[in-house]
Structures are given as C-alpha cells and as structure tokens.
C-alpha cells in the first residue's frame, strides 16, 4: 500500500519523507489555509515546494466548478511539475473534466467520494486516484471502510486500474484496516502514520536489551 501524507504543512511533509516510507502528498483548499497559503501565485509556489520534498505524486485541487475553469486551471498545474496529479471534485462537470485529462494523459485524483455509484464513475472516466473519505462517512454515523470494501469489490470485478486512495484517514486503525482490505493508497496525517511504529514491549524490550548491554559493558 503506498503511503501519502494529507497536509500541506512542509515541516510534517520533510519529517514524513525521512522515515522513508513516503510514497506522495495529498493537499486541498482548506489543509492549504490552514497553513497560512493563499492567493494563486502563493499556492503555486507551495505545491512547487512540497514536489522538491517528495519524491511522489502531489494532489493539487482545482477550485473551477466548471468544465473550461477545471480544464484551465488543470492543465497549468500539470505543467507546474511531472508530480502534480489534478484533484478534481465528484460533480458532473468534474467528471467530464477527468474524462478529458485522462484523454490528454493528464493524471487525476477524482475527490469527495462518498459512494460506490461515484466510485464506478471516477473509473469509468480513467480516474488515475478514486478518493473515497472515510473519516467524513464515519463522522456521520456510516462506516467508511465498508465504502472501501466495496469499491475494491466492483473494481476488481471489472480490473479498473483507478487506484483506490483512502482519503479523510483520521487514525492509526483506519491505516491498517484500509491495508487489510487492500486499499491502493492511503492518504492521512503523520502522527497516524507514527501510530504504526508503537507497540509497548518494543519500548520494554529495548529497555531490557540497552540495560543488558550496559552490564555486560560497566
Ligand atoms: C483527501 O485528499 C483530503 O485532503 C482529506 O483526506 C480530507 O480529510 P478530512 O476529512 O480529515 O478533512
């Protein structure tokens, strides 16, 4: 499972890269205010920036709701740098949208999924990325990772290559779940992903090893 990191914050992307473990970035319009960056030119610079840290596609949004803005403002963030993969919403217009990068063999990331049917249409249009959020389904009493097992369930049923990009990941659970259906990628902050590294006998097991050591060593 590749593994990208939801922020827009370039100290957790660095920090994220030199684990070693970090396969792409995922960004959107609110993780990039919170971060302080806006204005065009800004936000630009910034996806440019998060490219030189990581090695990986970068999902940059586009913020058009129709068609020509979508294919505007997509086709400059392609040429932005090879990384860059078009995030564009699951609405009509975002579907013909995605239907014509992929025509152009521009990458996509086909976002705000919440549902099987919007799942087989992001495939259907030659989405490279389906992001189904799982987090924002359980926040409303539905449980995401069933959206998940599904969507793995009518892809491999018809072999779309659209990878299934767990999105809106809010836990350490939600990673290895998300593994154990056999998500493509998932996509969530740094102290989930950190969650992994955890368990309390590696912490007394060491313990025990370093105090050994130093006996044998006094
Ligand atoms: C996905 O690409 C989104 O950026 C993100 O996962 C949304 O997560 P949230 O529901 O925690 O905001």
């Known amino acids: 499972m590749k593994f990208f990191i939801d922020t827009a914050n370039l100290d957790q992307i660095k920090e994220a890269q030199a684990l070693g473990i970090l396969d792409g970035v ?3 319009p609110s993780l990039m205010a919170k971060e302080g960056i806006t204005g065009h ?18 999902s940059a949004e586009v913020v ?10 997509g086709e400059a963030l392609a040429d932005l740098h090879p990384q860059i993969v078009v995030k564009v919403p699951m ?8 239907a014509y990068f992929t025509e152009q063999g521009i990458r996509t990331n086909c976002t705000l999924v919440f549902s099987i049917g919007q799942a087989l249409l992001a495939a259907k249009a ?3 990325y389906v992001s189904p959020f799982i987090g924002r389904l359980d926040d409303i009493s539905t449980d995401g990772l069933v959206l998940i097992e599904d969507i793995r369930t009518v892809y491999d049923n018809y072999e779309y290559e659209t990878q299934i990009l767990a999105a809106s990941v809010r836990h350490t659970m939600h990673i290895v779940e998300c593994a154990k259906i056999g998500a493509d990628v998932m996509t969530g902050p740094l102290n989930a992903i950190e969650g992994l590294l955890k368990h309390p006998l590696t912490d007394s097991g060491l313990e025990k090893f370093l105090a ?5 060593n006094s």
């Open 64 to 73: 058009s709701t129709d068609f020509e803005g979508m294919i505007k403002e």
């Open 212 to 216: 050994d050591y130093a006996k044998g």
């Open 91 to 98: 609405i009509k217009e975002g579907l013909k949208a995605i």
């Open 126 to 128: 030659g989405a490279t």
């Open 26 to 28: 995922t960004t959107n």
């Open 41 to 58: 030119d800004n936000i630009l610079k910034h996806y440019k920036a998060i490219c030189d840290i990581v090695d990986g596609d970068v």
